[in-house]
């Protein structure tokens, strides 16, 4: 091509690659037009490979999930959070990358090379309740552009995006005590993801807000609540003064099938007894149950926000992403608490 217009090969990838000239020299319409129409005869089609390769990008974003089943179920709670980010990948010319390595149980995601197959894209975005710290850690040490979807502030140097589970959290609470409880009970799993100590927090400081008993007592936490959470225990609460308890959200949705397995099974009618709130959604097997009192959790827009968090990343950008507001649902498990005889 370089021969066909007269020119040298340096002078072609400027043309063809639209960039300045390294010594700030304009090339002349005259040598330009020259150039295309040799291209143009040769039947020349640039090669986007090589173009992202030249300039040291892929365009191509990345998404891991620390799932045992990477969530392209719809009806997987992860998966609304995919859409936000395939759309918001799409508007801003990103192509996306799907690494399933943890579609086994995880085993994908163990051992110190586990993650460097993500490489192959820009940066990378992580979805998962629990992550491997050691192996984030050194990509954030390396330079490789990381957002992980959901807040991590324990896990340092990572990006991440997140839902404010505290207001959130401290809404409904604020709601059960305008009904008129003055006793509620949280049911969460027995770990230390900050999504539920992030509801704790809330949960907490809602029952603060409203002058209401926040001691230990007012937490039951279970490693297997579905389990654990019995009716008997159920009753005892209620005998004690309880008139409501919340639940968290989580992968399993353990908490939640627990509290209404036990309700179910202490004869308890709902929301004529005892009071419900789910801080989150309900597990898709459950939609056909009433629709419970809560929030519901922003998932496009946080897909949407941690994309742009990442694009930001990858290009050298300052980039932040504010905390996104859930959004309170009245729901239909809550009502005032009976009159105590």
Known sequence: MARLAGVSQATVSLVLSAKPDAKGRTISEETRRRVLEAARSLGYVPDPAARRLAAARNNL???????????????????????????????????LVLFT?????????????????????????????????????????????????????????????????????RDVVGHLAGLGHRQIVLVREDDDAPASTDRQRGFLEGLEAAGLPSGPATVFRSADPQRELTPERLRAWADEGVTAFVAEETD???????????????GLDCPAEVSLALLGSPPSDLAGEPEPTGFDIPRPQLGAAAVRLLAGLVTGEEAREPLVGCVFRPGLTA??????S
């Open 101 to 169: 390595g943890s579609s086994t149980g995880g085993a994908g995601a163990a051992g110190p090379d586990a993650l460097s197959r993500i490489r192959l894209a820009d940066g990378c975005l992580f979805i998962g309740r629990h992550t491997p710290r050691a192996e984030l850690k050194r990509l954030v040490e390396d330079g490789f552009p990381v957002v992980h979807l959901g807040r991590r502030e324990e896990l340092e140097g990572v990006a991440w995006v997140g839902a404010d589970y505290v207001e959130a959290t």
């Open 61 to 95: 974003l990345g998404v891991f999930s620390f799932t045992a089943t990477f969530p392209t179920d719809v009806q997987h709670s992860y998966y609304p959070f995919l859409v936000g980010v395939e759309r918001e990948a799409a508007a801003l010319g990103y192509d």
């Open 335 to 340: 009502g005032p608490p009976r009159a105590r």
């Open 252 to 266: 399993t949705g353990a908490a939640w099938r627990g509290l209404l397995s036990a309700v179910r099974e202490a």
